[in-house]
């Protein structure tokens, strides 16, 4: 039987909230997007909606400070998650942007798949690790977009991806990986028919995600978004 592709085009803004308890309730599909400040998590955004300014971007990363809802059509939403790593703000708001998503990822239930965006040229940095590790745990589906490609030549380009297969044999779990350009589109299409594949495989289900149970003292460390690392970022070309 043939799939109904999803219209991304059809996607629009719902809310931003703080945190999961401003959200609103908690049924349907969401897949969360979620990536460094400075991987193009934005930009990607728009050009898989077809839309300039559905998810704001700018030349100043971490700008995403709030958790971001978008709805395609009923029960199938977008989660735009708050950017980790290099941001030019207090630590004070960046400890709030950790607990943040850290409670999103591990307390929301129509959380079905998370897409990890990360520069192709300084891909798997240790966050990066950390959401893949527990997403692992969590037995949640997970697609890995490495943006910026048109910045590597395509031996480069195809360096860097057979390097980053390597480097997931150690995370034991299925994934799905795409390189991705928002200047050329290249891998756009197919990171449509993941998601769309992603929306309908749980759509027919009423079954909550399996996901591992953590104490308010384990939390930090199960999931691993520790402070040292979510604030210590980098300044590699943007």
């Not at 990363?61 to 809802?69: D, M």
């Not at 480069?156 to 991806?161: D, L, P």
């Amino acid at each position: 039987m043939e799939r109904t592709m999803i219209n991304f085009q059809k996607t629009h803004f719902i809310t931003s909230a703080p945190d999961i308890s401003k959200l609103p309730e908690d049924t349907g599909i969401e897949i969360a997007f979620v990536g460094r400040s400075n991987a193009g998590k934005s930009t990607a955004l728009n050009c898989l909606t077809g839309q300039k300014n559905l998810a704001k971007t700018s030349k100043t990363p971490g700008r995403t400070q709030l958790i971001n809802l978008f709805e395609i059509e009923e029960n199938k939403r977008i989660v735009d998650l708050p950017g980790y790593g290099y941001a030019e703000v207090p630590l004070t708001v960046k400890r709030k942007w950790q607990r943040s998503l850290t409670e999103y990822l591990q307390k929301r239930k129509s959380l079905k798949a998370v897409v990890v965006l990360m520069d192709i040229r300084h891909p798997l940095k240790d966050l990066d690790r950390q959401i893949i590790t527990w997403a692992a745990m969590a037995n949640i589906e997970v697609l890995i977009i490495l943006t910026k490609s048109d910045k590597l030549a395509n031996n480069a380009r195809k360096n860097a991806i057979n390097d980053v297969k390597r480097q997931l044999i150690e995370f034991g779990c299925s994934y799905n990986l795409v390189a991705f350009s928002a200047l050329s589109r290249q891998g756009l299409s197919e990171i449509k028919e993941i998601l769309n594949r992603f929306y309908t495989q749980f759509q027919d289900t009423s079954s909550l995600t399996d996901f591992p149970e953590f104490t308010d003292d384990e939390s930090d460390e199960e999931l691993d978004i520790d402070e040292q690392a979510w604030t210590k970022g980098y300044k590699e070309d943007l």
